[in-house]
């Protein structure tokens, strides 16, 4: 998954005290970037959001040193598109945040990935940046592997309700809608492909909503969406006659609805009211167990 909200590139050094100083010279520019233009108004909270837990600090896209901007966002991209080239899927959106100067960098990422023809599954702040003007034509005819989102309820009436077109033609979110899966999540997880429901997750979960579901869910998707991949470019002509390639698509995203759903039970059942993610995340491999097991 792409962590970059945070992301800090260090250089290593023999001397600590080299290390450190390098360090806070980092920081106070970044705190002169933040300062430079904090109030752009296009990149505000929503007022309709769900408690997501961010700062409302950001970054201006206008920052005066442009150079230090692009320096920032190459190496956050120079980060994480090393370790793509052997991948089959890549989860995009957790922990990411809002920064102007993330979101550059993630559209970046998102380019070269879809060079390599990756399977791409976008939660969390992925899926605000999306229904932006400026990123609305990233998927646009992107043919060559999966696109999944996976909105909440207040995530997918953004990309719902949104339906203008901005003045550079780019697609309305809800354009986008009509050529992806989509995983609306809820009390009953619904697999949706070309503004229908394929197959809705009917796993009983628990009634306690612990933040961080989410996020397990969307590295569970890039995991069973990835395998989904690697079958369909297997060519095994039996498995090709059972379930259409959308078909099976939908159904691997259906699996890990299902999986979540589960751990997330047998979580409740083991920590009851001090549930967090990180237990739902502990059950997640027997659930997987259980639920594949043999008669």
């Known amino acids: 998954m792409y962590h970059s909200r945070h992301t800090v590139v260090r250089d290593v050094h ?26 752009d108004p296009s990149f505000a909270n929503d007022d309709d959001d769900d408690d997501d837990g961010k700062d409302g600090t950001y970054v201006d896209e206008k920052c005066k040193d442009n ?5 920032l966002v190459d190496a956050m991209v120079e980060k994480v598109t090393s370790k793509i080239d052997n991948l089959h899927a890549l989860v995009v959106g957790p922990g990411m945040g809002r920064c102007p100067l993330v979101c550059e960098a993630t559209a970046k990422i998102i380019e070269y990935a879809k060079s390599k023809g990756l399977a791409l599954i976008l939660d969390a702040d992925a899926l605000w940046m999306i229904s932006q003007p400026k990123y609305r034509s990233l998927f646009q005819d992107y043919t060559k592997a999966p696109v999944i989102l996976t909105p909440n309820v207040v995530e997918y009436k953004r990309l719902l309700n949104n339906e203008e077109e901005d003045s550079s033609g780019a697609p309305s979110p809800k354009t986008l809608l009509q050529h992806t899966t989509i995983v609306r999540k809820g009390r009953h997880d619904s697999i949706v492909q070309n503004d229908k429901e394929i197959i809705s997750c009917q796993e009983e979960g628990e009634k306690k909503r612990s933040g961080g579901i989410g996020d397990i869910l969307s590295g569970t998707l890039g995991t069973l969406v990835a395998w989904h991949v690697i079958q369909s470019s297997s060519h095994d002509e039996s498995s090709e006659q059972l379930l259409e390639p959308s078909e099976r698509l939908a159904l691997a995203c259906w699996t890990g609805c299902c999986f979540v759903k589960h751990a997330t039970k047998l979580a409740f059942l083991d920590k009851k009211r001090s549930m967090t993610a990180p237990d739902i995340l502990e059950e997640l491999g027997p659930a997987v167990n259980e639920m594949t097991k043999e008669d």
């Open 14 to 39: 023999s001397d600590d005290n080299v290390d450190n100083d390098n360090n806070n010279k980092k920081k106070t520019k970044m705190k002169e970037l933040q300062k430079a233009f904090a109030n």
């Open 67 to 71: 150079d230090e901007k692009d320096k």
